[in-house]
């Protein structure tokens, strides 16, 4: 299998939890030699930056020269940046459209005439619960993700005719180094004064989420479920079904004013 984004967080929990089910294992990452993964004879780790064609194209063709064979690949790398659209810039959307949607698509491309020369196989790919609903001072964010949605959805229509799999994984809040690297992006910037005080109530209440929120293990497990059972489902909300499934099942305009007070965000 190879894994994007498998230097911290989610990617790195994946890595090992296949690692540890006996698979071999193409962790890819923009920086292999700061990755705290030990690579083993099952375990190779390879430099990819997923916004960038020619680095993708070489840690494919590595990774197929030593593993032979990649029957799974899951897009796990993932940038979320937080702030009012005003206080994001141009180049903060296209970071993350770009990660996130296009570097999904581009890695895919790179890899399905190898699973389809070898068979088939299947694709995972990261989303998050901002994929079917929103939250605040996270529009890019939400963006990307209901954009990964409908691609992995419409692929996986076409992709049935090639004996590949496409499933989606939704995970709710979970503890990794991101919302801290959020705040960090967001210290070095100046806020826009006008949303200050939408921000002093929102920001807390997201943080306190954060703060209570376990380690990404389930998300690990659930990735690989995706990456191995049969049944044919296409979503696997990881802590996240519950509010996915009012989300379904209420009015639009109930269940946004439901996020409006659990957020603060009158
Ligand atoms: N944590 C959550 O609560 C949560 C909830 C829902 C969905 N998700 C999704 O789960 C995935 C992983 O999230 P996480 O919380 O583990 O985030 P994280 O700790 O911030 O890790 C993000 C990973 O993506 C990599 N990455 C970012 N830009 C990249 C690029 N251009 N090329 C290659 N790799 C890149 C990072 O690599 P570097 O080390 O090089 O920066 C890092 O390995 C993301 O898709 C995220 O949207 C997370």
């Given at each position: 299998m190879l894994i994007t984004g498998a230097s911290r967080g989610i990617g790195e929990a994946a890595a090992r939890y296949f690692h540890d089910a006996g698979w071999c294992v193409a962790a890819t990452m923009r920086a292999?030699?700061?990755s705290q993964l030990a690579p083993s004879n099952r375990?190779?780790?390879?430099?990819m930056d997923?916004?960038?064609?020619?680095?993708?194209?070489?840690a494919i063709r590595a990774a197929i020269a030593d593993h032979g064979r990649i029957d799974v690949v899951v897009n796990n790398a993932g940038l979320c940046l937080l702030g009012a659209h005003e206080e994001l810039t141009e180049a903060d959307d296209r970071a993350i459209i770009s990660t996130?949607?296009?570097?999904?698509?581009q890695v895919t491309r790179a890899l399905l005439p190898h699973m389809r020369a070898t068979g088939g196989g299947r694709i995972v790919n990261v989303s998050s619960m901002c994929g079917s609903m929103t939250l605040p001072l996270y529009s890019a964010y939400c963006a990307s993700k209901w954009g990964l949605e409908g691609f992995s959805e419409?692929?996986?229509?076409?992709?049935?005719?090639q004996g590949i799999k496409v499933k989606l994984v939704q995970p709710g809040v979970h503890r990794t180094g991101s919302f801290a690297g959020q705040l960090s992006h967001r210290a070095n910037r100046t806020p826009h004064p006008s949303y200050a005080a939408f921000t002093n109530q929102v920001l807390p209440?997201?943080?306190?989420f954060e703060r209570a929120a376990p380690p990404p293990d389930a998300v690990a497990q659930a990735i690989y479920k995706a990456a191995t059972e049969r049944w044919p489902r296409l979503r696997y909300p990881v802590r996240s079904r519950a509010?996915?499934?009012v989300r379904r099942l209420i009015p639009s305009a109930?269940?946004?004013r439901a996020v409006r007070r659990a957020l603060s965000a009158w």
């Open positions: 292999p030699g700061e375990l190779n780790l390879y430099e997923v916004t960038c064609a020619a680095s993708i194209e070489k996130n949607i296009l570097g999904t698509m419409a692929l996986s229509f076409e992709l049935r005719s209440r997201l943080a306190a509010v996915l499934t109930l269940f946004i």
